[in-house]
């Protein structure tokens, strides 16, 4: 997955931290998932065979949350680089999801039915009882009640790259239509599809810091200005709590921000409990603006050799178009001309003739 996605990743399995990114991105800063409800969930989904499924699958994040008695499933996916194939993909797990709550349920029916038959069977093996768990045939067929339900699922996607998402945000993003010709029949087809949004979050993009309640805040915060410098700084002048930060925030900073000088030497950046991310971040920059001089140092450099190079061929070509003119002036054949060419310029006979032939 790649050092950011661990580390982020990482962050995030703190329950305080997993509620406040579903509060403001699902809800807009609403504190509609509590930390305490929240309990760690296997995130392997077993491949099922009569599906056709062939392997397993993994989520990123997957936390239990109990909350009024009801259980919901929350789920993260973090992505480092485009994936053009995301809304598919969050179907995929979201699908698997359900069909391992619909198997469990069928298992237990299967389970309660079995026993049930066997309590009710009489010294007549002719006389059949009905089931007590299955209503009706529709029931017994499908192994689901009536009244059974399955847990829903809420998914967010979330991107930490540097580039602008420009992938799918919705399975209807990925559909081939047809051609959308004034008159044909794509609209009417598209209109009736079953789309499959997802909920997507651009770690890169300006987020209201005021929504979260946790260090996530200061974390987005950041994450937007990766590429832009003066609004970095003009972000670390006005906001105090980078000069002031816990560690485990500051190792995932220092990571998503390619801070090599803070993962190299953190303790030069300890300032009494904390940690001084503006500091480190300011010697990133430094660093980064070093770099790029001696990178441009060297490239001017590299310039100026291949400019003297391209000098030094074409006086050398000028000086062998005089040689060979005025060596015709004075009467001598191409043959004797080629032979002085190999002797004073170094050139094979094949060059030598090649430069008799343009002049």
């Given at each position: ?19 406040d990114l579903f ?142 998402w420009n992938g ?7 559909m081939d239509f ?182």
């Amino acid at each position: 997955m790649g050092k950011e996605n661990d580390a982020l990743l990482s962050y995030l399995e703190d329950n305080m931290r997993f509620a406040d990114l579903f509060n403001c991105f699902y809800f807009g800063g609403r504190q509609m998932v509590k930390a305490k409800d929240l309990e760690q969930a296997s995130e392997l989904y077993p491949p099922d065979e009569k599906a056709g499924q062939k392997g397993p699958r993994i989520r990123d994040i997957k936390k239990r949350l109990l909350s009024g008695g009801w259980l919901k499933l929350l789920a993260v996916e973090a992505q480092s680089e485009i994936s053009y194939a995301m809304p598919w993909r969050v179907m995929d797990y979201d699908c698997r999801e359900y069909g391992q709550q619909i198997r469990q349920i069928q298992r237990k029916n299967r389970d309660a039915d079995a026993a049930g038959r066997l309590q009710n069977r009489t010294a007549d093996a002719a006389i059949q009882r009905p089931s007590p768990v299955y209503g009706d045939a529709g029931e017994r067929l499908g192994q689901f009640r009536r009244e059974d339900r399955i847990a829903p699922v809420y998914t967010l996607c979330l991107y930490h790259g540097t580039e602008e998402w420009n992938g799918p945000r919705s399975l209807m993003d990925m559909m081939d239509f047809g051609p959308e010709a004034p008159g044909s029949e794509s609209q009417t087809w598209k209109n009736w599809f079953a789309d499959y949004p997802m909920r997507l979050i651009c770690a890169n993009e300006p987020t209201e810091k005021g929504i979260f309640r946790t260090s996530l805040g200061i974390l987005f915060a950041l994450l937007p200005y990766r590429k832009d410098k003066s609004g970095l700084r003009r972000l670390l002048e006005r906001e105090t709590a980078y000069r002031n930060m816990d560690e485990e925030t500051a190792r995932t900073v220092s990571v998503l921000m390619g801070i090599k000088s803070f993962m190299k030497k953190t303790e030069n950046y300890r300032e009494g409990d904390g940690y001084n991310m503006c500091k480190a971040i300011q010697d990133m920059m430094e660093d980064s603006r070093m770099e790029g001089w001696e990178a441009g140092e060297k490239a001017g450099w590299e310039k100026g050799e291949k400019a003297r190079e391209d000098a030094r061929i074409k006086e050398e070509a000028k000086g062998i178009r005089i040689f060979i003119q005025s060596n015709r002036d004075d009467g001598a054949a191409d043959e004797i001309i080629a032979d002085k060419l190999q002797k004073y310029y170094a050139m094979s006979a094949q060059n030598a003739w090649a430069a008799l032939s343009r002049e």
